[in-house]
């Protein structure tokens, strides 16, 4: 709470910020709505990358693990850039999630306000309705999203260890210690991939619902 003085304004400024984003937006033609289309979209984008990106780590790891013989250090660089790569991966997917969360937060509030300005209770009542159904649906599309990207920490994690036990360890003995954890590994990342294919396809039909 003592931290609370000194976050308060930076969350206030970028609440700015972002309100005056949507605002300038409006202006040219392009609504919230819009831009949470374009930003789910981008979102399944960055799910299909990170999952190509993980697979490619794997890949390597196979390699790795049937090494036999030939320049050790030089494999050791390659696992170490498929693990940048994947962190680099989850980090883009986070992001594209959180920018879908926020506008999603601006537009349910907006919608939500301007209810009140309806004279007519027929289309208000629809209206209403469906807010509602809208926000169920996007509340289940996050809740899948967030698992998926929950789903990338335990690999992330594996593949630090590993890289870190070979950059140290630069030996057939180490490469050797690594085999037992390829099974675990490549469990993980089957687990992301499908994760992800369930928050892809329900984002398709999250934005097929935005665009009646």
Not at 60 to 68: E, G, P, R, T, V
Not at 71 to 85: G, V
Request: aromatic share 8%; with cysteine; proline share 1%.
């Amino acid at each position: 709470m003592r931290y609370l003085w000194i976050l308060l304004p930076l969350l206030l400024t970028l609440t700015a910020c972002q309100s005056a984003y949507y605002s300038a937006m409006e202006k040219v033609g392009v609504h919230k709505r819009d831009i949470l289309v374009d930003r789910v979209e981008a979102a399944q984008q960055s799910q299909q990358d990170a999952q190509q990106q993980f697979t490619s780590a794997l890949e390597q790891l196979s390699q790795l693990i049937n090494f036999d013989g030939g320049d050790l250090q030089r494999m050791y660089q390659t696992t170490d850039q498929e693990f940048q790569a994947c962190r680099k991966a989850a980090e883009e997917v986070s992001a594209r999630i959180n920018s879908i969360d926020a506008v999603a937060t601006a537009l349910f509030n907006e919608w939500q306000d301007e209810l009140d300005l309806y004279t007519n209770d027929r289309l208000k009542r629809e209206s209403a309705s469906k807010l509602a159904a809208t926000q169920r649906q996007y509340q289940s599309l996050l809740n899948t999203m967030r698992r998926a990207e929950k789903s990338m920490q335990p690999v992330l994690s594996s593949l630090q260890d590993n890289t870190l036990y070979l950059k140290h360890n630069l030996n057939a003995n180490a490469i050797g210690a690594l085999k037992g954890e390829f099974t675990a590994i490549q469990k993980d990342i089957n687990k992301l991939i499908v994760d992800m294919n369930k928050a892809i396809k329900q984002s398709e039909q999250f934005v097929a619902t935005l665009k009646q």
